[in-house]
């Protein structure tokens, strides 16, 4: 699978309680793009970057490139939350890997872009973010069928869980 995939499985699901705003590959008139996708909820916005990890449990921090960084603050300063959305889509893990998580992964989670800088932070920028770290201090997203198609269900209210992120584990909090 591809990260357009996830993208329409993310979409779907956005779209069963609030409002996907999908944007364009192509820049085109409006030139490079800021983020892969937005949401609208009960008036707030959500501005989402896609990422997916087809090997190792890791997503290296330089996988979030400076503009989009910009562009996810840029949403927070103005009232909305910048999503890290990643997924998780591994189908030859390590046997180690597949005797804690299983012979197929396929996990998503949203992060929200101030805690993914807080960890960057935390660890002096190295490495980056594991599928562990995922799982302690991000939202897992459940999977679903939803019409026949498999959708990433957002929850609602998401503006909540971003907040919780940001104000939670005082260590990791310097960029709420």
Partial sequence: MIESDFRA???RGMNLSGHAVPIPDSGGVM???KYDSGYLE???FHALELKMVKDGFTLPFRRLEAHQEDALMDCFKHGGFGWLAVNFRIQTP?????AQYGKRINRAFMLTVNKFLSIHDY???SGGISMEDFIKYSLELEHSQVNKL????IPQRLYRYAEAQNKSDG???GHV
């Fill in 9 to 11: 499985e993310l979409i």
């Fill in 31 to 33: 030139g490079r793009k």
């Fill in 42 to 44: 009960n008036g707030i």
């Fill in 94 to 98: 390590s046997k180690k890997a597949e």
């Fill in 123 to 125: 660890k002096d920028g």
């Fill in 150 to 153: 498999q959708s990433w269900i």
């Fill in 171 to 173: 260590v990791l909090a």
